[in-house]
Every structure is written in structure tokens, then in C-alpha cells.
């Protein structure tokens, strides 16, 4: 991999060394490896002269080093920390220069491992950095830089147990009034977390796509409106009957299998994962979910809504 030269203190696992040791990959992650690995030595090489590529290039790439040299979809921890920041790139005639597409590559892997750094626990790795277009105009190109860390040490908590009966949103901790920043929405989303199949290897994300979810968009076929089971994702109106805002460790277990049926069942089927994404195990899309609960503006309805993040799995053929 190429050095990035950045003086700060790089925690183990958030920047990729990859030694010459190469594995047998797929020709399609093999050509893709060869390109992300072509643009890398070209932005730092000193005969750039001047060259340009259009602004479309410019995020894809960004997009792919970024996740090639600093992802690891292998990650698995239950807890996640998100940080975004904007980048600006001088634009000509919807082409930008190498070189400053160069430096905006630094900037991302210098802000990417400083937000890991800052991040107190000794199991974390960046698992995605997602790179978006905010505006383009004549003459800059404005992108919204996210990255995604997971941390935490893995527990056997992959069900809620009795006992573990949460608050529905809104970060009111548990029914016993304690864990206050907690809730159920969090909780569910740290099992799913817990429980999503990761590959062995090193492999990483490209073509990432977010798609928003809420419970009122998926509910169960054949259920009336009611506060137990109506929708996959937990749904409560406070004009029907039995309404509660403590859920019971059954129901906690009712919406995370829910939620999680919602994440992995086509849209084409009723969920929310996207057919266009190449869906099989080496290719697995889930990446990750950010839940939240509350109560809809204006309404009686409390629910748990939230962003999937899917992408295409690639697979380095360099070994780290």
C-alpha cells in the first residue's frame, strides 16, 4: 500500500499494510484491486503534469481508496460511531486535478484515522467510509465524507434475555429507569450488529447504498392495527388499546427478528434490501444499521425508524 506520510498515531487495524503475500481472488477483484492500486501510485506520483479527471471519477475513486486502504468489512463489534465532515475540491470545467484530488485523499485518511483514534476502547476498526456528492458547482465540488467505526468487545447477547425489558426510543434506558441513553431501538440495533455474518479474509465495501426504514412501511400481512405485531419494526399508536412504552424482553425479541427480516428480505418481497445488489454470501450486502425510536411528528404514533447501509463486497488479493 501506499505510505500517506500523515504524522499522527495510527491505532492497529485502522490503515491497512498489506504485504506481498497475494491469494487467489475473483478476475473481477482482481481488475478492481488494479485499479484502486493504479490511481493510489498515480496520485502520488511527481509526473502528474497537470492531469485531470471528471468529478464523477473523483468521488468514485475517493470512495474506493478509502474503503480499499482503510475498511475492513470483517469487523464485527456491537457498538457504532459515525463521523462526517465536507470536503471541497477545485473544479474546472467538471474536471479536477489529480494532485488536488491527491490531497483530498490525504485529508480523508488523515480525518478518518483521527475520529478512530478518538474513540476509547481497545477494539475498533473503521468497517466503511462512504463519500457523497452535497453540491457541484463551476467551480467546486463539495462532498460529505462519513466513516463508520465499530467498537466494543463481543458478548454473548445475541437475544434479550428476561429481564431486559427497554424503553421504546428516545434514549429513556431501560423500564427500570436505569441506562438512561439506551434503548430499545439501540439495543436492538447492537444484537443485529452482533449477529450479521461477516467473512473471513480481507475483504472491504464499495457501491455503498442507504436505504431509510420505518415500521409503518413494512407491516405484517394480514395483521389489523394494533400494539403487538402490527408492523416487523416496532409500532405503537396511544389510541389503541394496550398501549405501553416499556417493552418486555419478548417484544424486544419480536422486533429485533423483525427488524432484521426487513434488512435482509428483498423490497421486490417486502423489505428493504434493494435487488439490485449482487446478494449471496460473497457478495453479502448488510453492512450496517443505525436505529432510532420516537414519535412521529404531529401524530399518536410511536415507532422505530431508521438507515440500513448496504454495499458490494470486494476481496483484496494482497494479504495484510
Same mark, same amino acid.
Given at each position: 500500500m501506499i505510505a500517506l506520510g500523515l504524522n499522527i498515531f495510527l491505532v492497529p487495524g485502522c490503515k491497512k499494510e498489506y504485504t506481498n503475500n497475494f491469494v487467489n481472488i475473483s478476475a473481477a477483484d482482481q481488475k478492481l484491486e488494479q485499479q484502486i492500486r493504479s490511481f493510489q501510485r498515480k496520485i502520488y506520483s511527481n509526473l502528474k503534469n497537470g492531469e485531470t479527471m471528471t468529478v464523477d471519477s473523483?468521488?468514485?475513486?475517493?470512495?474506493?481508496?478509502?474503503?480499499? /486502504?482503510?475498511?475492513?468489512?470483517?469487523?464485527?463489534?456491537?457498538?457504532?460511531?459515525?463521523?462526517?465532515?465536507?470536503?471541497?475540491?477545485?473544479?474546472?470545467q467538471n474536471y479536477s486535478l489529480i494532485n488536488d484530488v491527491g490531497l483530498a485523499y490525504n485529508t480523508i485518511n488523515e480525518n478518518v484515522m483521527l475520529f478512530a483514534n478518538s474513540i476509547r476502547s481497545n477494539d475498533k476498526q473503521t468497517l466503511f467510509v462512504a463519500v457523497k456528492t452535497k453540491s457541484l458547482t463551476d467551480d467546486t465540488?463539495?462532498?460529505?465524507?462519513?466513516?463508520?467505526v465499530l467498537y466494543g468487545s463481543i458478548v454473548n447477547d445475541w437475544v434479550f434475555q428476561p429481564g431486559q425489558n427497554w424503553k421504546y426510543g428516545d434514549w429513556l434506558g431501560n423500564c427500570s429507569g436505569n441506562f438512561l441513553g439506551q434503548d430499545a431501538a439501540t439495543e436492538i440495533q447492537r444484537r443485529i450488529m452482533l449477529r450479521r455474518p461477516v467473512p473471513a479474509g480481507n475483504y472491504y465495501y464499495l457501491d455503498l447504498t442507504d436505504v431509510q426504514i420505518d415500521a409503518l412501511s413494512y407491516p405484517v400481512p394480514g395483521e389489523p392495527p394494533s400494539n403487538y405485531g402490527y408492523c416487523y419494526m416496532f409500532f405503537e399508536d396511544s389510541t389503541l388499546p394496550n398501549f405501553h412504552t416499556c417493552l418486555p424482553y419478548t417484544e424486544c425479541n419480536l422486533y429485533l427478528s423483525g427488524t432484521e427480516h426487513v434488512i435482509y428480505t428483498a423490497d421486490t418481497l417486502g423489505?428493504?434490501?434493494?435487488t439490485t445488489l449482487n446478494w449471496n454470501f460473497v457478495n453479502f450486502s448488510f453492512i450496517s444499521l443505525d436505529l432510532a425510536g420516537g414519535l412521529l411528528l404531529n401524530t /399518536?404514533?410511536?415507532?422505530?425508524?431508521?438507515?440500513?447501509?448496504?454495499?458490494?463486497?470486494?476481496q483484496s488479493g494482497f494479504e495484510e
Amino acid at each position: 500500500m501506499i505510505a500517506l506520510g500523515l504524522n499522527i498515531f495510527l491505532v492497529p487495524g485502522c490503515k491497512k499494510e498489506y504485504t506481498n503475500n497475494f491469494v487467489n481472488i475473483s478476475a473481477a477483484d482482481q481488475k478492481l484491486e488494479q485499479q484502486i492500486r493504479s490511481f493510489q501510485r498515480k496520485i502520488y506520483s511527481n509526473l502528474k503534469n497537470g492531469e485531470t479527471m471528471t468529478v464523477d471519477s473523483v468521488r468514485w475513486y475517493l470512495e474506493a481508496c478509502s474503503n480499499y /486502504t482503510l475498511g475492513d468489512a470483517t469487523a464485527k463489534s456491537p457498538f457504532i460511531a459515525n463521523d462526517s465532515f465536507i470536503l471541497k475540491i477545485p473544479v474546472s470545467q467538471n474536471y479536477s486535478l489529480i494532485n488536488d484530488v491527491g490531497l483530498a485523499y490525504n485529508t480523508i485518511n488523515e480525518n478518518v484515522m483521527l475520529f478512530a483514534n478518538s474513540i476509547r476502547s481497545n477494539d475498533k476498526q473503521t468497517l466503511f467510509v462512504a463519500v457523497k456528492t452535497k453540491s457541484l458547482t463551476d467551480d467546486t465540488l463539495k462532498l460529505k465524507v462519513t466513516s463508520t467505526v465499530l467498537y466494543g468487545s463481543i458478548v454473548n447477547d445475541w437475544v434479550f434475555q428476561p429481564g431486559q425489558n427497554w424503553k421504546y426510543g428516545d434514549w429513556l434506558g431501560n423500564c427500570s429507569g436505569n441506562f438512561l441513553g439506551q434503548d430499545a431501538a439501540t439495543e436492538i440495533q447492537r444484537r443485529i450488529m452482533l449477529r450479521r455474518p461477516v467473512p473471513a479474509g480481507n475483504y472491504y465495501y464499495l457501491d455503498l447504498t442507504d436505504v431509510q426504514i420505518d415500521a409503518l412501511s413494512y407491516p405484517v400481512p394480514g395483521e389489523p392495527p394494533s400494539n403487538y405485531g402490527y408492523c416487523y419494526m416496532f409500532f405503537e399508536d396511544s389510541t389503541l388499546p394496550n398501549f405501553h412504552t416499556c417493552l418486555p424482553y419478548t417484544e424486544c425479541n419480536l422486533y429485533l427478528s423483525g427488524t432484521e427480516h426487513v434488512i435482509y428480505t428483498a423490497d421486490t418481497l417486502g423489505g428493504g434490501r434493494p435487488t439490485t445488489l449482487n446478494w449471496n454470501f460473497v457478495n453479502f450486502s448488510f453492512i450496517s444499521l443505525d436505529l432510532a425510536g420516537g414519535l412521529l411528528l404531529n401524530t /399518536t404514533s410511536y415507532f422505530h425508524h431508521g438507515t440500513v447501509h448496504y454495499g458490494t463486497l470486494h476481496q483484496s488479493g494482497f494479504e495484510e
